[in-house]
């Protein structure tokens, strides 16, 4: 009888984990379907900033970065923003974050070689109660003197006319806040599979194209391209507002549309470029201060969100093989062509180098970004708090911080 009842309760639980399966994939094509109506609608900057004439006035724009220990990637990417074409006034803010290598020296000298156009600023203690790099964009702020502000982080690539195409996109949407998606530039085939993983799951779960809504609640912002206005910075409450927030790109989004400001979101291939990380171990342990803090610190919420992860990204290309039943095979085969045509087509939109072949490899990048998702917040909660640019920051200081 013991025996039965024990086969009894695997059957129920195959049971459940097929239902599950089921409507997670029914789940995931449902935003699939949401993610090719909507992508359409999110341009590339290339394509549709040259589309107005020139402005006959440009506005000013201050370029504002902060940098800790980023001697070796610093002095080009700087370089790139400094040789814009832009026809306005523009300056860039360099902010040397306490840095301990070369980082400062490389902003006094590009600013002897720039003295029109950079302000080297130094930061040699961090105050209580501020992030390091949050605290260094605020004071770049203050100092900057441009109608429009421009966070980005300090090994970013700048194509040329990247600044004008972005500001005269932005004026002819009438927009107050523009963010661009980077061309996200990644070695090896391990690393790629999990960079189309992540941005691909990104995609369909922060629907970027609704940001532009007033109506809709999704905000995007990415730390590499954030061009506001001036005044919209001010009025929402600057960084002083997201101090304590390691998830500060997209929380200055969500704050500047909560406040009322028009937002747009555009693909930056072609326009701006980052090596985001160098291997894939390197980008697990760099997404470790930023997954855990998105999700509010919510050990649960990391545990639904793995399991859905799996559940939608993973388990369906299994079952599409080795599933019993064939209604269930053929839901699990669907997902998976849904996940192969959006890696077919969504490089022809953002303009992606990406080949379609790394769907077969789509189960180990969400695998990945499952394994990451864990691990910030393991890690996060043995340390009892977040870990970034050589300081520690409590996490009950963190959970309680607006």
Same mark, same amino acid.
């Given at each position: ?12 639980? %195959? ?31 290339? /394509? ?22 980023? %001697? ?5 990417? #700087? ?17 040397? /974050? ?102 691909? #799951? ?45 998830? /500060? ?32 171990? %390197? ?120």
């Amino acid at each position: 009888m013991r025996a039965g009842r024990i086969r009894g309760g695997g059957r129920a639980l %195959g049971g459940l984990g097929t239902l599950l399966l089921v409507l997670g994939s029914a789940g995931w094509l449902a935003a699939c379907g949401g993610w090719f109506r909507g992508v359409r609608r999110v341009p590339v900057l290339s /394509d549709v900033g040259g589309q107005q004439d020139s402005l006959d006035e440009y506005p000013s724009v201050s370029v504002v970065l902060a940098a800790r220990d980023e %001697g070796a990637e610093v002095g080009e990417a #700087v370089r790139s923003v400094l040789e814009q074409d832009y026809p306005g006034r523009l300056e860039v803010v360099a902010v040397d /974050d306490r840095s301990t290598d070369r980082t400062g020296e490389i902003f006094t000298e590009l600013a002897a070689e720039y003295p029109e156009s950079l302000k080297p600023l130094r930061v040699d203690c961090l105050p209580e109660g501020w992030l390091g790099k949050n605290h260094a964009l605020y004071l770049g702020a203050k100092q900057a003197e441009g109608e429009w502000l421009l966070f980005t982080d300090a090994d970013v690539r700048f194509a040329p006319g990247c600044v004008g195409d972005a500001v005269r996109y932005a004026l002819r949407e009438r927009l107050d806040h523009l963010t661009l998606s980077p061309e996200l530039i990644s070695r090896g085939v391990a690393l790629k599979s999990f960079v189309a993983a992540f941005v691909l #799951v990104f995609e369909v779960t922060q629907r970027p194209w609704r940001a532009a809504d007033p109506g809709a609640k999704e905000a995007v912002g990415v730390g590499s391209f954030n061009l506001l206005k001036r005044e919209a910075y001010l009025a929402s409450g600057t960084h002083r507002a997201i101090r304590l927030r390691p998830d /500060d790109d997209m929380r200055l989004a969500r704050m500047l549309k909560e406040a009322g400001f028009s937002q747009g979101v555009a693909y930056g291939t072609g326009s701006i470029s980052v090596e985001w990380h160098r291997s894939l171990a %390197g980008a697990v342990r760099g997404l470790e201060k930023s997954i855990f803090p998105g999700l509010d610190y919510r050990l649960s919420t990391a545990l639904v969100a793995s399991f859905v992860l799996f559940l939608i990204n993973v388990a369906p290309f299994f079952g599409t093989l080795f599933a019993r039943r064939p209604a269930v095979r053929a839901i699990c085969f669907a997902d998976v062509l849904a996940v192969v045509a959006m890696y077919v087509y969504g490089p022809r939109i953002s303009g992606s180098k990406l080949s379609p072949l790394y769907a077969a490899l789509h189960p180990f990048g969400a695998g990945a970004l499952i394994y990451a998702t864990l691990r910030s917040a393991a890690v996060t909660l043995a340390r009892g708090g977040v870990e970034w640019r050589d300081t520690f920051y409590p996490l009950d200081l963190l959970k309680n911080a607006p």
